[in-house]
Structures are given as C-alpha cells and as structure tokens.
Nanobody, 114 residues
Framework: VQLQASGGGLVEAGGSLRLACAAS????????MAWYRQAPGSQRDYVAH???????GYGDSVKGRFTISRANTGNTVYLQMNSLRPEDTAVYYC?????????WGQGTLVTVSS
C-alpha cells in the first residue's frame, strides 16, 4: 500500500491550497482516511478525517477553514485549505486506516508566509 500526497507549496496568509492524497496497492477495505500535520519541533497533530461511511471530523484549529472530501472512485482524499495562516505551516501527512493496518504517506510541505 502506498500513499502519495501532493499539492503543498508556499502561499501568503489568507490564501488557499488544495492537497490530494492517492492511495494505491492492495486495498480491499477502507475504514477512514485522514490528514495530520507536523510543524517543526512539534508533535504530529490531527487535522481532519473522513470515514468510508462519509462521516467527517476536523481539528478545532481548522474548523470552518479546511474541508476534507474524497473522490467518487478510487481511494483519493482531498483537503481544501482556505484562509491560511502562518501557524498552518507544517508538513501535511495523509493516513489510511484499514481493517488490517494503518498506512502513512510521505508528507507534503505547506508554508504560509505572513
């Protein structure tokens, strides 16, 4: 199983970015896909998740600004990030939860300038 995250980059405060994470390989069942982020010197924090049934959750710091969604086909999840702030600067990781294991992507760097 492999997860490929993309869409990171440099953006000014107030701007937007859209991240994507595509999962591939021997995936027979998915419980949920999620985004986490890790700023330099900090722990990895939860950002958002979406379950196979469509339930969605967000971390408090991104509610109202970020939107998670998934493709209609395949195992791809998106994170639309609006009203970005310098404190959103981090490496963003996607996670895949299955009945037989948890998988992480390699991360994509988001830098928000003030």
């Amino acid at each position: 199983v492999q997860l490929q995250a993309s869409g990171g980059g440099l953006v000014e405060a107030g701007g937007s970015l859209r991240l994507a994470c595509a999962a591939s390989g021997s995936i027979f069942s998915v419980n949920a896909m999620a985004w986490y982020r890790q700023a330099p010197g900090s722990q990895r924090d939860y950002v958002a998740h979406i379950t196979s049934g469509g339930a969605i959750g967000y971390g408090d710091s991104v509610k109202g600004r970020f939107t998670i969604s998934r493709a209609n086909t395949g195992n791809t999840v998106y994170l639309q990030m609006n009203s970005l702030r310098p404190e959103d600067t981090a490496v963003y990781y996607c996670k895949l939860d299955t009945p037989y294991g948890t998988y992480w992507g390699q991360g994509t760097l988001v830098t928000v300038s003030s």
